[in-house]
Nanobody, 120 residues
Framework: QVQLVEAGGGLVQPGGSLRLSCVAS????????MGWYRQAPGKQRDLVAH???????TYAYSVKGRFTISRDNAKNTVYLQMTSLKPEDTAVYYC??????????????WGQGTQVTVSS
């Protein structure tokens, strides 16, 4: 059974920092592309950042230079370091694991989400 468990969300003032973590189980973590997505009320779920098995990173334009995604394959954990947070970063943040199964079929697994609120 695949599980992605996020932690680290909370309330932070504008300009502050938070670090999200996501621990994965039930998958071969090192072979998966891991990502963070977010969904604000009334909006669609959008990519924040992802990191491939080879550690290539991709960021949404709105977070470039402020957020950093990283992974620790020994701990089956992906991180999202968020700095210079803005009110528009407020959303539920979801961890994602993307890969292919034995038959070559793509899959996506999701965590339960963690709330990040940026407000004074």
């Amino acid at each position: 059974q695949v599980q992605l468990v996020e932690a680290g969300g909370g309330l932070v003032q504008p300009g502050g920092s938070l670090r999200l973590s996501c621990v994965a189980s039930g998958i071969i973590f090192s072979m998966n592309r891991m990502g963070w997505y977010r969904q604000a009320p009334g909006k669609q779920r959008d990519l924040v950042a992802h990191i491939t098995a080879g550690a290539t990173t991709t960021y949404a334009y709105s977070v470039k230079g402020r957020f950093t995604i990283s992974r620790d394959n020994a701990k089956n954990t992906v991180y999202l370091q968020m700095t210079s947070l803005k009110p528009e970063d407020t959303a539920v943040y979801y961890c994602n694991a993307h890969g292919s199964d034995y038959y070559g079929k793509d899959y996506d697994y999701w965590g339960q989400g963690t709330q990040v609120t940026v407000s004074s």
